[in-house]
């Protein structure tokens, strides 16, 4: 997304009592965005660079109170609610680090020091990417939980209009502009590929969806729920709410089958077909073979309203799984039978 997107999504994130973590290469411009939210809302930003501290940085030194251990309050502890907590370079903080952040990240206090209510928190990171010196992957699900994920893209337009407005010298605007490829580095490695949906997740998205207009959902729901339901679910999930378009279970049992399917519908349901016969388990499979004929006969009906090409990948799909032992082959290898006539 670009730096306009991304700020505005933080910024509805933040507002919501939620956490973004914005992934992108060095120098995009992720601490400037949260710069100018700070100064858009007339909060204090706390930067913490995570990769230069250490546990009692965080945390706070232990001292003795009476007979007890109590640890003292950083330095860089916020001191209203007016104030942006931005925990930057997660991806170079040491383990132990991160695992003293997760308290902050849960419960909004670290031990005994609790966070002025309304804090806003926001963190970032490069990309998991061989280019940069990071201690290690951050691959936890539980961790990544979480955030709200924006991955960052520089835009061409969007930066010549910044360079425009920041004096930067014609010389280099005009090299850019002919010369794209040389804005910034290509190489991107998603972390969206690891986020599945959860309990939590669906919660965190509903937090932030109170906040936003009909319209908004509809211009940034896919990339909100992208960011913490991973590309999958988001993309079944703003179809249902944007489309009228049937599930699979909807179409292949009760045949609903809309009269008229743009290109881009058809395509979707081709994939919750496919979704749909994948992830098939062996009891279910066993419940469906007594009504393969049906199934078949809403498939017939569904194929005349798609592209051949999409729909020859479903029956690609079937011929592969009729291979496999079990209910789940018999029941494809009697849907490719009655379709094939």
């Known amino acids: 997304m670009t730096l306009l997107e991304a700020k505005t999504l933080a910024r509805k994130i933040m507002e919501s009592g939620e956490i973004p973590l914005l992934v992108g290469h060095f120098g995009v411009g992720k601490t400037d965005i949260i710069r100018e939210i700070a100064r858009e809302t007339n909060k204090e930003l706390i930067i913490l660079v995570l990769s230069q501290m250490e546990p009692g940085d965080l945390i706070g030194l232990p001292s ?5 251990t109590v640890f003292l309050e950083p330095d860089w502890w916020p001191k209203n609610n007016q104030t942006i907590l931005f925990l930057d370079e997660i991806n ?3 383990r132990s680090i991160r ?7 849960v419960d909004k206090r670290i031990h005994n020091h609790i966070l002025p209510e309304g804090t806003w928190i926001v963190a970032s990171m490069n990309p998991p990417d061989e280019e940069y010196d990071q201690v290690d992957l951050i691959t936890d699900p539980a961790f990544l939980s979480r955030f709200f994920i924006l991955e960052i893209t520089p835009d061409l337009e969007e930066w010549l209009n910044w360079a425009q407005k920041n004096d930067i010298p014609n010389e280099i605007i005009k090299f850019i502009e002919k010369n794209p490829e040389f804005l910034y580095s290509s190489n991107h490695i998603s972390l969206k590929t690891t986020i599945k949906p959860s309990p939590r997740s669906w919660h965190k998205l509903g937090n932030v969806f ?4 009909d319209e908004e959902k509809k211009t940034f729901g896919y990339q909100l729920a ?10 079944i ?3 249902n709410l944007f489309l009228n378009i ?3 279970n909807q179409l292949l049992m009760e045949g609903i089958i809309p009269e008229k399917l743009e290109l881009h519908e058809a395509n979707s349901i081709i994939l919750r077909i496919i979704d749909f016969f994948s992830n098939l388990d062996e009891e279910n499979a066993k419940k469906l073979y007594e009504k393969a004929e049906i199934i078949a006969g809403n498939l017939i009906k569904f194929s005349n309203s798609v592209p051949k090409d999409s729909f020859f990948s479903l029956v690609r799909l079937l011929s592969e799984l009729s291979n496999e032992d079990g209910y789940k082959g018999k029941l494809c290898d009697k849907i490719l039978e ?3 006539y």
Do not use: V, W, Y
């Open 64 to 68: 003795r109170q009476e007979d007890k």
């Open 92 to 94: 170079r903080s040491h």
């Open 99 to 105: 695992n003293a952040i997760m308290q902050l990240l």
């Open 210 to 213: 109170k906040k936003l207009s």
């Open 226 to 235: 992208s960011g913490i339901l991973g590309p999958e679910a988001a993309k």
């Open 237 to 239: 999930f703003t179809e």
């Open 246 to 248: 049937p599930t699979a």
């Open 338 to 340: 009655k379709i094939s």
